[in-house]
């Protein structure tokens, strides 16, 4: 009985497995072949070892909209701005929630559930309009342009008041005996205690920042400024003639670094990612 | 929850909250703000003089067919997308919820497609489902061309939204079913409650909140997050076969610089936000009282 069931299981995962593994190893073996046969309807899965240079070149490609800037460049942009994000977001939380949980101020609930609110109103929906208070604080085509709308948010905020309100008043007791200031409270007690958190956030927040299209395609309105995503799916549309080989030597690059931090911190994230979304 | 000591000061908090606080109110309160004056208001076509029109855009908007297509659109794609991500990412983690050979591996090759941009995942399924040169493509007959179909496009971009959405489903039905006592499960099995019976009598009932939590979830995101993935595959065609409410948002807007118009819409998606994210503190409170 047991065996038997093992089997089952076994196959449904393989199953699954190969479902997500399959258009990746497509894309790799597409990466690898000449353009001329792609096009032709003549893509081998099998990957040709001596098209393994083409992930180096692509590199340096630039595809006929960027105006000269390379992948590297629009990598590096993406980076940025997934870093940006990730960082900007958990520092404003971290002190927003500690303002919150461990000081009586004039105001306190109006401004949590102002920020709250915030949960209500993605960018998406509210698109137009942010991009016109953008562009009348001159932030379009800038980092800040890119970052700054993408920080505010209020899940982090929620996980971090969450946890500092573990904290047992005890301690908090102790440190002021001690004639610990808030400030050295913060970083000797808070931070130690919400690292795992903070390492969760960290890989949620870099693929949410990574991945994005809808608000770089506003912000970013010249090639300066344009993300790996979105230099993409600009080479695949229908005016730009770029060979297939090369986008999808670029999409594999463009997939590697959120793969990468998701499968390294997997163990905080997968916590995180089942704390931070309740 | 109130805590009981605190530290003095009223200064150094609010100087901690600003940040937060000034960004909500640039980028959250100002725009949200702005949507409402706008569906509010006309602007003639020179933008030299904006007059105050009450609820017509709105009326206008009510009115449109096209709009009401889009609806139900939208409605048939998050629907179609929450429901197969949501039925594989159950399927994987309930078989990797047990004592098997190699679970790690499974859960780990499992969890990877979480960091996909959607929009990323749409250029990958572009290059297997073209009819001239995609490997499934090109197999798939003369009456295969997504460019030209409504409904071929329709399938496809939510077979690439959907891909990318099991794992974030496989995750948290991961977490749920390891947090399901052994002991409830194992006193099933001697009772006789074997697979099939045995999931749809204790299992079932058991991921109730966490499938009520992630349907939310999924319909939020396949309302807003697939812009990207939509955009790239079919750009809204053909036809508008593929126009969700978001890429109907940034075309008429946008593109189509009817600020007026996309405004009322984007009101219209704020209430439909609330609404949802209302629905999801139903399921799951607890944690926003303070």
Not at chain 1, 103 to 111: G, H, I, L, Q, S
């Amino acid at each position: 009985m047991n065996h038997h069931n093992n089997y089952l299981a076994h196959t449904v995962l393989i199953f699954g497995v190969l479902l997500f593994l399959l258009p990746i190893w497509v894309m790799v073996a597409g990466a690898t072949q000449d353009a001329a046969a792609i096009a032709r309807g003549d893509i081998s899965l099998i990957p040709n070892i001596h098209g393994l240079g083409i992930f180096w070149h692509a590199l340096f490609f630039k595809g006929v909209a960027s105006a000269g800037y390379p992948v590297w460049h629009m990598l590096l942009v993406s980076f940025t701005m997934a870093l940006g994000i990730a960082v900007g977001k958990i520092a404003i939380s971290l002190t927003s929630a500690f303002a919150v949980v461990f000081f009586r101020f004039p105001f306190r609930r109006v401004m949590f559930w102002t920020i709250f609110l915030t949960l209500m109103l993605p960018v998406e929906v509210r698109i137009i309009p942010s991009f016109a208070v953008l562009s009348s604080l001159h932030l379009v085509n800038t980092y800040g342009g890119l970052t700054l709308p993408l920080i505010a948010s209020a899940t982090a905020t929620l996980l971090f008041r969450q946890v500092f309100t573990a904290i047992p008043d005890e301690l908090v007791e102790a440190a002021r005996l001690d004639g610990a200031g808030p400030l050295t409270f913060l970083r000797d007690m808070v931070l130690p205690v919400s690292r795992a958190n903070i390492a969760a956030l960290f890989v949620i927040l870099f693929v949410y920042g990574w991945n994005q299209y809808l608000w770089p395609l506003l912000v970013a309105s010249t090639p300066a400024y344009s993300t790996i995503v979105l230099g993409i799916v600009q080479m695949i549309s229908p005016d730009e003639m770029t060979p297939w080989n090369m986008i999808m030597a670029t999409t594999t690059l463009a997939l590697m670094p959120p793969i990468v931090v998701v499968i390294l911190l997997q163990r905080a994230f997968v916590r995180g990612l089942t704390d931070v979304d309740k | 929850m109130e805590r009981r000591t605190i530290f003095p000061g009223k200064l150094l908090p609010m100087l901690l909250i600003a940040p937060q606080l000034a960004l909500t109110f640039v980028f959250f309160l100002w725009p949200a703000a702005r949507a409402v004056g706008e569906a509010v208001t006309a602007t003639n076509a020179f933008g030299t003089s904006t007059i105050f029109v009450g609820i017509d855009n709105f009326t206008a908007l009510f009115a449109d067919s096209q709009y009401w297509s889009s609806v139900w659109r939208t409605l048939v794609f998050c629907a179609s997308v929450s429901l197969i991500a949501m039925v594989l990412g159950m399927l994987f983690a309930n078989f990797t919820d047990r004592n098997l050979r190699g679970k790690n591996w499974y859960r780990t090759f499992l969890i990877w497609p979480y960091a996909v941009a959607p929009a990323l995942s749409a250029v990958v399924w572009v290059f297997m489902a073209d009819p001239q040169i995609g490997v499934i493509g090109r197999y798939l007959g003369p009456n295969w061309n997504y460019g030209l179909n409504g409904a071929q496009a329709m399938g496809l971009v939510i077979a690439a939204c959907a891909w990318k959405q099991v794992s974030y489903n496989f995750i948290f039905y991961l977490a749920a079913l390891q947090a399901i006592p052994r002991s409830l499960v194992e006193a099933a099995t001697l009772d006789g409650a074997r697979g099939l019976t045995r999931f749809r009598t204790i299992v079932w009932p058991l991921l109730w909140p966490t499938t009520m939590f992630l349907l939310v979830v999924n319909l939020v995101y396949a309302a807003f997050d697939t812009f990207g993935a939509i955009y790239a595959l079919t750009g809204g065609g053909p036809a508008g076969a593929t126009e969700t409410l978001v890429v109907k948002v940034y075309e008429d807007g946008y593109i189509g610089n009817d600020i007026g118009g996309s405004a009322a819409q984007s009101v219209a998606l704020m209430v439909l936000v609330v609404a949802l994210v209302s629905l999801q503190f139903r399921f799951l409170n607890r944690r926003v009282q303070s």
